[in-house]
């Protein structure tokens, strides 16, 4: 499993740096909207905690004063929110129209043979996830992935071999 | 000589600090509108320069400002839909790396012609980074004093805020928008009541594209005329033109509307034409919603008259022989493209980010998805074609939101042109698994069609 599952053990808590941006964001939105930052607020707990999950989703609930369903329904709408663990790189593919004429799937193919997963599954060692994902607003730079707040463009099998080697560890 | 009132300076180095943006003549429209303009005035420039909204629909900008109710003692707002993700579309990601003090201007000289102190970007939350690169622009502008309490001693407060989404294509749809940003799943509401009268929290709400809000500070510089003297008819002004697929020279272009697509597509200083010497097999001009021409249909209308980059011109002859100009995502295919597969990702696309609020949608692109899948992989049968028809009518305006139309209409389109290579793929699967169809065979419309 990968390791950042950890925190499901451990505390859940953000950072008092993070805190106070959220008490910023908050802030943003008249008084009783606050639950208008749920989504950048769980952009942040995906970043600090690793993915979604029931207790952490349960702690952004008590952050805004809102149900944790409300956040939980948030969370499963939303494509870029993992509510079950993915490894600690974690590769998308764009596989929209544009991004498939310039060889979108031959990427995909590629990746799935040099990490030996398919699309959606995770390396052994949790180092790695690949998923396929829909138009990321890259069509002129394709093929594309993107990788955290990274877009990796114009991509070639070069390219991924030295995106793998670089973030192996 | 060609303008461009949006992009020109984009090659300036430093463009994107607030220094060299207002070295380069950046935030007059915000002095020019606050000190000298009434909010009013300012709509009224806006309605003389005949600008549209620039993320698809085409709506008058002018006369979407002026249905904003206002009653008293009630916020309004404005909202910049930053959701950029209309496959093909690539462009308001351009202007804002690289200019995003152009946005930030257009948003304060907006929000004072609309009486909004408070106002949000909503941006996909796959362009995180350029939500920095705002946040950090706009708290320069706060420095300087362009947003905040009493602006230029004028009174008018504006606080501006960066709101991300999280990876849904719905919420570029104005009222899945709003719902996303008061914190909810981006299901897009039943209208009326529009927006306009009650939006976010309940309040007046106006919702622009990015290119769209831009474009109010040249408007708001040199005129409402002046802008409209760019153009042809009702489509006035310049637009941001994302190129990609099989051209020699994919990006963002400026374009004055009413230059002809034979000249973008295939002139060095646009495209550059098609790919490896290949020749064009069909267009799809304005995001993946908007229909699919096939070569013939591209640079000349079904009546033979030269098309043009213009709302009027793409969508010359209905959606018989027509298209539409759409979001300005223009992509290009050329003969080596298979019609069929790319009908089959785009449906794909639309099921994957159909909300599943309305049965049509929810259900029709699941459905067309797995006929196209068949067809595509040699498992198609003729009735296929027919039921392919059949779905798309029946999700086409039966819909809460136009997601359902932008279902159908890639569907419909490439049906209606490109019915031999469906076709062909039905009667010879394992030639169809091995190469491409190559083009269609041109036909002559009759003029009842056009």
């Known amino acids: 499993m990968p390791e950042n599952n950890t925190h499901i053990d451990g505390e859940i808590r953000f950072s008092e740096e993070a805190l106070a941006l959220i008490n910023r964001l908050i ?8 639950k208008s930052a749920v989504l950048r607020i769980l952009h942040m707990a995906q970043a600090e905690f690793g993915w979604l999950s029931t207790p952490v989703m349960d702690y952004v609930a008590r952050i805004l004063h809102i149900q944790p369903v409300e956040v939980y329904e948030v969370a499963t709408f939303y494509s870029m929110y993992d509510t079950k663990p993915v490894g600690k790189v974690k590769m998308e593919v764009c596989r929209t129209g544009p991004c498939m004429i310039e060889g979108a799937e031959k990427i995909v193919a590629y990746i799935e043979n040099k990490l030996g997963i398919k699309d959606g599954e995770t390396t052994a060692d949790g180092r790695f996830t690949l998923k396929t994902v829909e138009c990321l607003g890259a069509c002129g730079y394709a093929p594309m992935m993107q990788v955290g707040e990274h877009y990796h463009e114009h991509l ?11 973030n192996a560890s | ?44 420039e806006v309605k003389k320069s005949g600008l549209r909204g620039r993320g698809g629909a085409g709506f008058p900008t002018g006369m979407k400002w002026s249905f904003l109710a206002k009653p008293e003692g009630v916020p309004r707002y404005l909202l910049c839909n930053a959701d950029e993700s209309e496959p093909g579309t690539f462009k308001d990601r351009f202007l804002m790396e690289k200019i995003p003090h152009l946005l930030i201007e257009g948003m304060i000289v907006s929000s004072y012609a609309l009486g909004a102190n408070t106002s949000y970007i909503y941006i996909r939350g796959e362009y995180m980074w350029i ?32 709101n991300p989404g999280a990876g849904a294509y719905i919420c570029g749809e104005e009222t899945a928008l709003i719902e996303s940003l008061e914190g909810k799943r981006g299901n897009p509401r039943i209208k009326p009541p529009f927006p306009a009268v009650k939006g976010l929290w309940g309040c007046p709400t106006v919702v622009n594209n990015v290119e769209t809000i831009a474009a109010v500070v040249p408007i708001v510089n040199d005129g409402g005329e002046e802008y409209a003297k760019i153009g042809v008819g009702r489509s006035t002004g310049t637009k941001l033109i994302s190129a990609c697929g099989n051209i020699n020279k994919p990006g963002v272009y400026e374009i004055e509307l009413g230059i002809s697509v034979d000249e973008f597509l295939y002139s060095d200083e646009y495209c550059g034409g098609i790919k490896n010497g290949k020749q064009l097999k069909a267009c799809v001009p304005g995001g993946s919603s908007v229909p699919i021409l096939p070569h013939f249909l591209v640079t000349r209308t079904a009546a033979g008259e030269e098309r043009l980059m213009t709302y009027e011109s793409l969508a ?7 298209s539409m100009l759409g979001s300005g995502g223009f992509i290009v295919y050329d003969e080596d493209q298979c019609i069929v597969r790319n009908t089959w990702n785009f449906t794909r696309f639309y099921h994957h980010e159909s909300c599943g609020q309305c049965s049509p949608c929810r259900e029709g692109t699941g459905w067309m998805e797995k006929v196209l899948h068949r067809l595509e992989y040699g498992h198609g049968k003729m009735e296929d074609i027919e039921l392919l028809w059949d779905i798309q009518a029946k999700i086409e305006g039966n819909t809460i939101c136009p997601l359902g139309d932008a279902a159908a209409w890639p569907v419909a389109s490439a049906l209606r042109h490109f019915r031999e290579e469906f076709e062909w793929h039905v009667k010879e699967p394992a030639q169809a698994m091995q190469r491409n169809y190559g083009r269609v065979t041109e036909k002559v419309f009759e003029a009842a069609n056009a």
Request: charged share 25%.
């Open chain 2, 1 to 44: 000589m060609k303008r461009k009132l949006l992009i020109d300076k984009a090659g300036v180095p430093g463009i994107a600090s607030y220094e060299v943006y207002r070295k380069e003549g950046g935030y007059r429209a915000v002095e020019k509108a606050l000190k000298s303009m009434a909010p009013d005035d300012v709509v009224e």
């Open chain 2, 316 to 322: 010359d002859g209905g959606f018989q022989t027509g």
């Open chain 2, 131 to 162: 939500l920095h690169i705002l946040e950090k622009a706009i708290a320069e502008a706060y420095q300087a004093g362009w947003l905040g309490k009493n602006i230029l001693g004028t009174g008018y407060n504006l606080d501006l805020y960066v």
């Open chain 1, 27 to 34: 802030a943003q939105y008249p008084e009783g909207n606050q």
């Open chain 1, 156 to 166: 070639t099998e070069e390219k991924i071999d030295q995106f793998i080697a670089n």
